[in-house]
Every structure is written in C-alpha cells, then in structure tokens.
C-alpha cells in the first residue's frame, strides 16, 4: 500500500522524534547521541558494500575543518569529530577540496537511489553541511555550495575558528573560538540539530584594471588578489570596457566588501602574520595586534595625519543602482576615509555598521540578509568607529542598493586598499588617463542554518522553514555576458588552491 506521506513528511517526523528523543534525555546503551549524525560509509564511499540494517540518522552532517585556523584548534577539532563521527563524514581542507568531496557524494547518492535505496534518498533530502574556519573558510564552502547547484542543496552550519568570525556570528554561532573536546562537538551538535533554515543573499563582484607598468607592485598574475577573486580573460564583446591590455578578475563574497583606512589596517595585520606566523596562534593576541596596528596606522587620527588624497570622494566616482533599476551618482562626504558595502550584519568581530534605522528615515529600512539590497556605510575615522560599540550607534549611511560601481581615475595616489570577507590586498591605481572599475551586483542565495541568538534577520520572517521552495536564480542582471562565462566563486574549475598557499591564510 501505499503511504500518503511525501518523503518531506516523513523527513519532518523523522527530525522531530530524534529531537524529542533528546529532549527526553534519551541516552542509552542502544540509542548513543552521536547515532543522530552518523552517516554509514556506504552512503559516502563510491562502489561500497550496502550495510543492511544500518541506521539512518535523523540529521546526517559533513564536517569541513580547516585543520590550520586557531591555532592548534583546528587540528584538535578534527582529531574530535573523526573519533565521535565516521572518519568518512569529517574532512580536512587542507587536504581536499570541498567542491571534490560534495560531487563524489553527491553522485554516489543519485546512483543509490537510482537503485531503490530509500537512505540514500532521506540522506540526501535531511544532510547539513558544518564548515571550522575562520570567514574566509566559510565564504569558501557558502560559495561551493551556491556554484554546484546540489539536489536539495545543505544548509551550513560555522564553527567559529577566525579571528572576526564575522559569519558565525551573524547567525548565531558565535564569535569565540570554541572548545574542541568530546562535551563541546556534542553541545555544538545539539545546537545544529535545534537550528532554523534561512536564506542568505550572496554578491558578485567584478574589477577591471590594466597590468600596471611601474611603481612597488607585482604583475598582475601574482598580484596578491584574494582566492575568492579570479582572472577572467574575456568579456562580452559589446562591453566597452573590452580593451586590449585590461584584465578583468570576478568572484563574490557573502559578508562584505571595504575600501579604505579599514582595509589599510587588515592589509597591515595580515601582512604581519606572514612576516612572524609564529606570534599569532592566539585568538585574543591576534586581536590585540589588531587594535594596536589601528593606531599606529593613523586611523584613529585620519583627519589630522592622512592627506585629502585618503578621502574616498577624491579616489573613487562611486554610483549606485537604486530600487527602480536606475544608476545614480552617490554622494560621498569628504571626510569618508573607508566605505563597507556590507551584506550581513557584523563586520570587524561583530559591529553592526549600519545599525537599525527606524522607521523609513532617510529612505533607509533595516537590513536583511534577503532582500536582494547591500549597504553601503562610510566612516571618518575609528573614533566613529567607536559608535558601533555604543547603543544605536552606526556609521554613516550612504545608501541600500541593488549594484554599486566604484570607478578610480589618475589621481593624487597609485594605490588604495581594498578587501573581501577578510582578506585584504594593496591595489593599484592609474598613473596615466586609464581606469580601475569595481562593479558589485546580486548574484544568488544559498541555505544557513541559524541558532535562537541569530543576529541577521530575514525579510520573509525570522526563520525561514527548509521546506519552502530552494529554486535559485543565478542569472545575470543585465549585463549581456553569456551565462558559463559568468565566474563561479567557489566551485570553479580555477578556483584551485595553489599547493603553496598557507591554509591560515583563510583562518
């Protein structure tokens, strides 16, 4: 006979009666707690044994840890989750790449439940994905994720192993580095078991700029651009900004793009732990350095000891896209030194830089983390900075938009600072009558799993229910570029991460 239930009723009751079964303190000899994640090794080995009898969990999870961020944290978290977890189900990113792993599952699971196996089919339709890093390792999975396009894609869970832990905070998970014993996996578990889904906006970002010929930089081909960020030789032939010489990069990001002193002071940091890795293994030393690197850069005191050629007005012509789809010049104050197009509320270790404006003040609304719209927030200084720690405080609101441009002409400066979910980079700019454009668009969104303290909010309601509609729209607004050649950011064939880089890098 058979049964009215759809597999998603019966993947909703499953779920339900393991959380009631916790609730319950049920942990007994036949029923451990672990068993709820467990997934047998057959569902994750291509060409495996079929283990009769074996037991699906109620919320089967991959785990991506980067065994380099935190220090010895990452590897002890590894050494945890593999002894409570199939070996099979925890993955160390310093060894595979997660776009690898998710495709040889992926695939394994469609040809088993081509075969009539119903565990693959509930795994595949109940699996969550856990990702420790720092952001830049959960803006690498977020991106996999979005660019594979998976049957019922996981939503992610972060464990927070950075220094900002912009990511992780955003939704709940916290900022703190966390315990990496057998107590706290399981704590942290639990948390992910009792987690909402809810959707989460990503963006494109798109630079053009010409090799530069003299000055302190290298070429273009080693420039030290972030990884989320790629060559991309060609161009609609209808763009007029297709000239010979002009290399063009692409890739997103999901927290936020900056420019400015703040990105100086990150390219300061990390420029630091390059030159001495041995001095930040701490979560709280490194944080430490931090705010001891934004005064000696100047950014406390930016209006007395950097130049007018700092301010953004005098580096960049910035215009926005509004609601209506038309492009309009921004304003930008002249004592702006650094601009955050932010897309999740928490930047630097969990600010809110643009604060929650009330009512329709300004034409401003409160941001959510699915509406489509970035926020574009300015600062004078670190002094205003200092706001966000206050009640109500925020910077200076510039603008809520669909796209922004930023475009920089020869001016009174060759370089100004930029960065991306963390990873900051030294960018060149004209000497001569050429241009630098940077172009940040909508591009997709893709499925977090939030906890009760979620800072980020959804414009369709708090926590947003995994069983409505996944379908995601990833094609291009606008731009007559041809949908392949529009760069992946996560599981491109060239997003490769050369055997050289540090891990830590993403840390």
């Not at 926005?320 to 928490?346: D, F, K, T, Y």
């Amino acid at each position: 006979m058979t049964s009215p239930w759809s597999l998603d009723d019966e993947l909703r009751c499953a779920s339900a009666f393991v959380a009631l079964e916790m609730a319950a303190g049920n942990s007994s000899s036949d029923f451990p707690f672990w068993k709820n994640f467990y997934i047998p090794s057959y569902l994750l080995l291509p060409d495996s044994k079929v283990e009769a009898g074996a037991r699906i969990p109620g919320c089967p999870v991959l785990v991506f840890i980067n065994s380099k961020s935190g220090g010895q944290l990452g590897g002890n978290l590894l050494v945890t989750c593999r002894a409570l977890l199939n070996k099979h189900q925890v993955f160390d990113l310093g060894l595979e790449s997660p776009e690898k792993v998710l495709s040889r599952i992926y695939m394994n699971l469609e040809k088993l439940k081509l075969e009539g196996n119903e565990a693959a089919a509930k795994i595949q339709g109940t699996l969550k994905i856990i990702v420790a890093g720092g952001d830049g390792t959960a803006g690498w999975l977020l991106g996999v994720v979005s660019d594979l396009k998976l049957p019922h894609p996981p939503a992610i869970a972060t464990v927070p192993l950075g220094t900002g832990n912009n990511l992780p905070f955003a939704f709940g998970w916290g900022k703190k580095n966390p315990g990496t014993d057998r107590q706290s996996v399981e704590a942290f578990l639990e948390q992910v078991m009792k987690a909402e889904e809810m959707k989460v906006d990503s963006w494109h970002i798109l630079m053009r700029m010409r090799a530069p010929h003299e000055g302190s930089y290298e070429p273009i081909a080693p420039l030290d651009l972030p990884h989320s960020l790629h060559a991309f030789g060609r161009v609609s032939t209808s763009d007029e900004l297709n000239k010979e010489g002009r290399h063009t990069f692409r890739g997103g990001f999901w927290n936020y793009f900056s420019l400015g002193m703040d990105a100086q002071v990150s390219y300061a940091f990390h420029s630091e732990r390059k030159l001495h890795p041995e001095k930040f293994k701490n979560q709280l030393v490194n944080q430490s350095t931090y705010m001891k690197l934004v005064g000696t850069q100047g950014w406390f005191f930016a209006s007395l000891f950097q130049s007018k050629s700092k301010n953004i007005a005098q580096l960049a012509k910035v215009t926005v896209m509004n609601r209506e789809g038309q492009w309009q010049a921004l304003h930008i104050p002249h004592s702006i030194r650094s601009i955050i197009c932010l897309n999740l509320p928490s930047f630097s270790g969990g600010l809110n830089p643009w604060g929650t404006p009330h009512g329709t003040k300004g034409g401003f609304t409160p941001p959510y983390v699915d509406d489509g719209l970035i926020e574009v927030v300015g600062f004078k200084d670190a002094w205003q900075g200092l706001l966000l720690l206050a009640p109500h405080g925020h910077g200076t609101r510039l603008a809520q938009a669909q796209r922004i441009r930023f475009e920089f002409h020869k001016g009174a400066t060759d370089h100004t600072y930029m960065r991306i979910d963390g990873e900051p980079w030294k960018q060149p700019l004209p000497t001569d009558d050429d241009s630098v454009e940077v172009e940040i668009s909508h591009l997709r969104q893709v499925k977090v799993l939030a906890t009760h303290d979620c800072k980020a909010k959804s414009i369709q309601r708090p926590m947003i229910n995994g069983n409505q509609d996944t379908q995601e729209d990833d094609s291009p607004e606008e731009e007559s570029i041809p949908e392949e050649e529009w760069r992946k950011f996560g599981a491109a064939d060239t997003f490769k991460i050369p055997d050289e880089v540090d891990m830590a890098r993403f840390s």
